[in-house]
């Protein structure tokens, strides 16, 4: 009587996340496949497992004897290898199976073809024969198919890309007369500025005015207006500042300062403050300064990313 070789042969891996973290004491989902020449040739070969991690993620099942897909593992002629096992996994124990990558089997699976090479027994050992010399070596073996890809990461927060504050401050002094009758540009608080996309713009502008008028009698009304692109802006963008001069003092002092909120398209814009005289009668008034702190005029321009 001769022994018969078992039709199977044992497999153990260890199955893991993503993360390549174990995943212990999990119902897995297993499918080994068989291709005959390389690791994307024919499938001589196919079958599903369903076994359970152990503690450290270690999981063991016998080639052979599982639930089988495609032929039989009987029927598999060792001896027109080479033979390349697949594996194919499921970390939820179902049959959506991912593959896990190929590799070429070796010799274990050669003792089944010893069972029907052909010898029916074996022999008696024969001499141990001389070295031989040393054979040339053998062609590259075919490159192994490619892992499987990991999860893609959380995308990450956006940046604040496109931010930034910009501020400028008048010049020289604008010398503002009854005959100022159309807006004129207070030297120095204009800005071109280029926004990018999805940003909201907040344009703050402050300065001081002084009457010039020297007797209780007179008084200056200056307008101001904040432009964006050569437009006057007509919701909150302009204010009237009105000096009247006293019997104790003349020459006074008065102040501006607004902003506005722009929703602006994604291109370059120029901001720009300017006065035009208030009313008939107003002495000149001296709009902004480089030398006077208390006049120089400012132009804020501050865009935000949304």
């Known amino acids: 009587?001769?022994?018969?070789?078992?039709?199977?042969?044992?497999?153990?891996?260890?199955?893991?996340d993503n993360l390549g973290n174990p995943l212990t004491n999990q119902?897995?989902?297993?499918?080994?496949?068989?291709?005959?020449?390389?690791?994307?040739?024919?499938?001589?070969?196919?079958?599903?497992?369903?076994?359970?991690?152990?503690?450290?993620?270690?999981?063991?099942v016998q080639m052979g004897m599982g639930t089988p897909i495609t032929a039989t593992f009987s029927a598999?002629?060792?001896?027109?290898?080479?033979?390349?096992?697949?594996?194919?996994?499921?970390?939820?124990?179902?049959?959506?199976?991912?593959?896990?990558?190929?590799?070429?089997?070796?010799?274990?699976?050669?003792?089944?073809?010893?069972?029907?090479s052909g010898s029916s027994s074996g022999g008696p050992t024969g001499p141990t024969g001389a070295t031989?010399?040393?054979?040339?070596?053998?062609?590259?073996?075919?490159?192994?198919?490619?892992?499987?890809?990991?999860?893609?990461?959380?995308?990450?927060?956006?940046?604040?890309?496109?931010?930034?504050?910009?501020?400028?401050?008048g010049t020289s002094q604008l010398v503002v007369s009854s005959s100022t009758t159309t807006y004129t540009l207070i030297p120095g608080l204009t800005q071109t500025i280029t926004i990018p996309a999805n940003c909201k713009v907040i344009v703050n502008t402050s300065g001081g005015i002084q009457s010039t008028g020297a007797t209780s009698a007179t008084f200056s009304v200056v307008d101001i207006g904040l432009f964006c692109d050569g437009v006057v802006s007509t919701t909150g963008?302009?204010?009237?500042?009105?000096?009247?001069?006293?019997?104790?003092?003349?020459q006074l002092i008065s102040n501006w300062s607004f902003q506005q909120t722009?929703?602006?398209?994604?291109?370059?814009h120029t901001f720009e403050v300017?006065?035009?005289?208030?009313?008939?009668?107003?002495?000149?008034?001296?709009?902004?300064?480089a030398a006077a702190p208390q006049l120089q005029g400012v132009l804020t321009v501050t865009i935000i990313k949304l």
């Open 1 to 16: 009587m001769f022994a018969q070789a078992p039709q199977g042969v044992n497999y153990q891996g260890v199955a893991r």
């Open 27 to 60: 119902a897995l989902g297993l499918q080994l496949t068989i291709h005959q020449g390389s690791s994307t040739g024919t499938v001589v070969y196919k079958e599903n497992h369903f076994p359970t991690s152990n503690q450290f993620g270690l999981y063991s």
């Open 76 to 116: 598999i002629n060792w001896a027109l290898g080479p033979f390349y096992l697949e594996i194919g996994m499921d970390i939820t124990g179902g049959t959506n199976f991912v593959s896990a990558g190929s590799s070429q089997l070796l010799s274990v699976p050669y003792a089944l073809y010893a069972q029907t």
């Open 132 to 169: 031989g010399p040393s054979g040339a070596n053998g062609a590259t073996g075919p490159t192994g198919s490619a892992g499987s890809i990991g999860a893609t990461g959380p995308t990450g927060i956006s940046g604040t890309t496109g931010q930034a504050v910009t501020e400028v401050y």
């Open 237 to 250: 963008g302009q204010r009237r500042i009105a000096i009247a001069n006293t019997s104790a003092l003349a």
């Open 262 to 268: 722009y929703n602006l398209s994604a291109s370059t």
């Open 274 to 289: 300017k006065a035009i005289s208030g009313a008939v009668g107003s002495s000149n008034a001296n709009v902004s300064s």
